[in-house]
């Protein structure tokens, strides 16, 4: 369920794009230096945002610097990097990782079986470095596991299954502020999964794959326009959580994703729908 907490770029100021862009490939020079090159490819905006949080959170030390790399050969490209982005990289490797095997478990591919094996020397690093977090990863889709089943049609039981998969890696640390980045977590976890089994929906039921939202309609593949409430209501959860924050630095960035960019997917997917539905065109 990679790909959902990303920020909305044509509403962000040129200052503000850099400033993310560099947050991204900070992470990605971060992965570079803690695995090597061939893990670069696990890259994903996840994680940016989490780096991002917390660094508005505890104010780290900054490092900065430019550098060429396979993806812009022709000039450098500025990055900063603090001690969250080591620990984001680190968690980009585990949730490569359980993502690769869930994929190989789901599809049987071998492909998806090999790439998970390459990366077994790494995530057997990150386990011994953040023990808490991938017992908690394990745990969690395990859960998933066994609710997907055995059938469960209840969707919220699997959003929080997720939701506390989320919650444990916004809690880097034990302190002040662990029970508000938990809350957070919890619920950016929860809107990530409903909200993809809702743009899943359909493909989903074509394919005849378990979807908690299909078989809580019996089914039957609803408007998307139909989910809309449900997220809100959680989005909203999340947001009242990130407010109880005191964040200062990149707030208006931070406040992008999660007001904005976080619905991308879930906009971008009901456009088609109902441009389809206008068309008379399958979904």
Known sequence: MFGYVIARKDTLSETRLARYRGCYCGLCHALKERYGNLHRLALNYDMTF?????????EPEERRDATRCVIHPAKPQAFWLTEFSDYAADLTVALTYHKLRDDWLDEGARLKKGLMNGLQGAYDRVKARLPRQC???EAELDTLLALEKAGEAVPDKCAAAFGRLMAGLFVERE?????VLWDMGFFLGQFIYLQDAAVDLAKDAKKGRYNPLLLLHGGQVKPLADFEPMLLMVAAQCAAAFDRLPLVQDADLLKNILFEGIWTRYHEARARQEKNEKEGTPA
């Not at 989490?50 to 505890?58: A, N, P, R």
């Not at 302190?175 to 029970?179: A, E, F, K, V």
């Open 135 to 137: 017992a908690l990863i």
């Open 50 to 58: 989490l780096i991002l949080v917390l660094s508005s959170l505890y």
């Open 175 to 179: 302190d002040h502020w662990s029970p």
